[in-house]
């Protein structure tokens, strides 16, 4: 790849330009710390290839206003930090029951309430898989560097508009506002999905209906479709039917599908695990530490490995449960007081210690603080 295309970004900007190189034409949020040079940027850049920025009178418009721009056929993102992520979770919701594929950025902060709107946090872990009530699908992204985060931006559209499910970029205040190069992208040098459309005519138009893939097919509004959209139980027609059997028929439907296409979204990455005794797990800002930790002790004839994943939910367990017959002690390096490391000990069922290391005082892991946490354990 040539040097001319490598960029200096912050990791806000990057979010922005990757989701623009997706394909993304609608933005519609509402300023929060750290998230808001994303609106910032997209509302320069937005009317430049012809897409379109609106800043909404609040978080829960916000999330409406991209669900409803999804379902014209327009690929549309949204970004917020935890308060507004709280906000959002009822649009979110619907999002979920009815399959519009659009993408959540929420750059953590310190929380809960107003917290420390400056600081990193990675306590919004488990509300961005159970935070809109209800069994739901969701997939989300937890990058770990400014590169990365431009990437997952991209991808998250294609994870959204492949299988019809909201997509929650989760970023840290770090990563958010750091700078980094960034090798930027041609359209033909990543994946683009264009939602499955209808073969049949208006008239014989089934929202809902399974071809056997376990996703509709999707008519935009506006291209002679008509059809209902509701956050009821539905059936295939769309319209409002509470027989527990197709409420049955569509939860499992919904959830199945993320199992389904597992290799659509499932984006992991190990290093030394193979002899690993001590396993260093982590995901986000976190892992940068990590890694250099790993690396040390391997340099010293321990046997560590690290298990970074950036595919955050659906969790990566079965790559995870592979390592539990080798693995004596897995290290959760988080910055919240244990959210993935009680993930990780379910996962484990016993074969294996899982000892977290955690910070909730706004700072970031330093590499010798794992570092000697692989020591105490090893």
Same mark, same amino acid.
């Given at each position: 790849?040539?040097?001319?295309?490598?960029?200096?970004?912050?990791?806000?900007?990057?979010?922005?330009?990757?989701?623009? &190189?997706? $394909?993304?034409?609608?933005?519609?949020?509402?300023? %929060?710390?750290?998230?808001?040079?994303?609106?910032?940027?997209?509302?320069?850049?937005? #009317? !430049?290839?012809?897409?379109?920025?609106?800043?909404?009178?609040?978080? %829960?418009?916000?999330?409406?206003?991209?669900?409803?721009?999804?379902?014209?056929?327009?690929?549309? @993102?949204?970004?917020?930090?935890?308060?507004?992520?709280?906000?959002?979770?009822?649009?979110?919701? =619907?999002?979920?029951?009815?399959?519009?594929?659009?993408?959540?950025?929420?750059?953590?902060?310190?929380?809960?309430?107003?917290? @420390?709107?400056?600081?990193?946090?990675?306590?919004?872990?488990?509300?961005?898989?159970?935070?809109?009530?209800?069994?739901?699908?969701?997939?989300?992204?937890?990058?770990?560097?400014?590169?990365?985060?431009?990437?997952? &931006?991209?991808?998250?559209?294609?994870?959204?508009?492949?299988?019809?499910?909201?997509?929650?970029?989760?970023?840290?205040?770090? %990563?958010?506002?750091?700078?980094? $190069?960034?090798?930027?992208?041609?359209?033909?040098?990543?994946?683009? &999905?264009?939602?499955? *459309?209808?073969?049949?005519?208006?008239? +014989?138009?089934?929202?809902?209906? +399974?071809?056997?893939?376990?996703?509709?097919?999707?008519?935009?509004?506006?291209?002679?479709?008509?059809?209902?959209?509701?956050?009821?139980?539905? +059936?295939?027609? $769309?319209? #409002?039917?509470?027989?527990?059997?197709?409420?049955?028929?569509? @939860?499992?439907?919904?959830?199945? *599908?993320?199992?389904?296409?597992?290799?659509?979204?499932?984006?992991?990455?190990?290093?030394?695990?193979?002899?690993?005794?001590?396993?260093?797990?982590?995901?986000?800002?976190?892992?940068?530490?990590?890694?250099?930790?790993?690396?040390?002790?391997?340099?010293?004839?321990?046997?560590? $490995?690290? =298990?970074?994943?950036?595919?955050?939910? #659906?969790?990566?367990?079965?790559?995870?449960?592979?390592?539990?017959?080798?693995?004596?002690?897995?290290?959760?390096?988080?910055?919240?007081?244990?959210?993935?490391?009680?993930?990780?000990?379910?996962?484990?069922?016993?074969?294996?210690?899982?000892?977290?290391?955690?910070?909730?005082?706004?700072?970031?892991?330093? #590499?010798?603080? %794992?570092?000697? *946490?692989?020591? !105490?354990?090893?």
């Amino acid at each position: 790849m040539s040097e001319n295309r490598l960029r200096l970004m912050q990791g806000n900007e990057a979010v922005a330009e990757g989701a623009l &190189a997706a $394909g993304c034409r609608f933005f519609a949020g509402y300023p %929060i710390t750290p998230s808001s040079e994303i609106a910032e940027h997209l509302a320069n850049r937005l #009317p !430049e290839v012809g897409g379109r920025f609106i800043q909404m009178e609040d978080e %829960i418009a916000s999330m409406a206003a991209v669900v409803g721009s999804s379902l014209t056929g327009v690929k549309s @993102m949204t970004a917020t930090s935890g308060p507004g992520f709280s906000l959002k979770q009822e649009n979110l919701g =619907f999002a979920c029951l009815t399959e519009t594929p659009v993408v959540i950025v929420n750059v953590q902060r310190m929380g809960p309430s107003t917290g @420390m709107p400056t600081s990193p946090s990675q306590g919004d872990v488990m509300q961005s898989r159970w935070g809109t009530h209800g069994d739901h699908p969701i997939v989300v992204l937890s990058p770990a560097s400014v590169d990365e985060a431009y990437r997952a &931006a991209a991808r998250s559209f294609y994870i959204s508009e492949k299988l019809r499910v909201p997509v929650v970029l989760l970023l840290d205040e770090v %990563i958010g506002h750091m700078r980094e $190069g960034v090798q930027v992208l041609t359209p033909d040098e990543f994946s683009r &999905a264009e939602r499955k *459309k209808p073969t049949v005519s208006p008239e +014989d138009y089934q929202p809902y209906s +399974d071809d056997g893939s376990g996703i509709p097919p999707l008519a935009n509004f506006g291209e002679g479709y008509r059809y209902h959209v509701t956050g009821l139980f539905h +059936d295939e027609t $769309g319209f #409002p039917n509470l027989d527990p059997e197709v409420a049955d028929e569509l @939860m499992r439907r919904l959830m199945d *599908k993320l199992d389904r296409y597992r290799d659509v979204y499932q984006w992991t990455e190990h290093t030394g695990t193979e002899d690993a005794r001590v396993l260093v797990f982590a995901h986000g800002s976190p892992s940068r530490a990590a890694r250099s930790a790993v690396r040390q002790a391997r340099e010293e004839g321990m046997r560590v $490995g690290q =298990f970074r994943t950036v595919s955050l939910w #659906p969790f990566p367990e079965d790559e995870l449960r592979r390592l539990s017959d080798t693995v004596e002690v897995v290290v959760v390096p988080e910055m919240n007081l244990g959210q993935i490391r009680l993930e990780i000990e379910r996962i484990m069922g016993g074969k294996a210690s899982v000892v977290g290391i955690h910070r909730t005082d706004g700072e970031l892991f330093k #590499p010798s603080e %794992i570092y000697e *946490k692989i020591r !105490e354990v090893y």
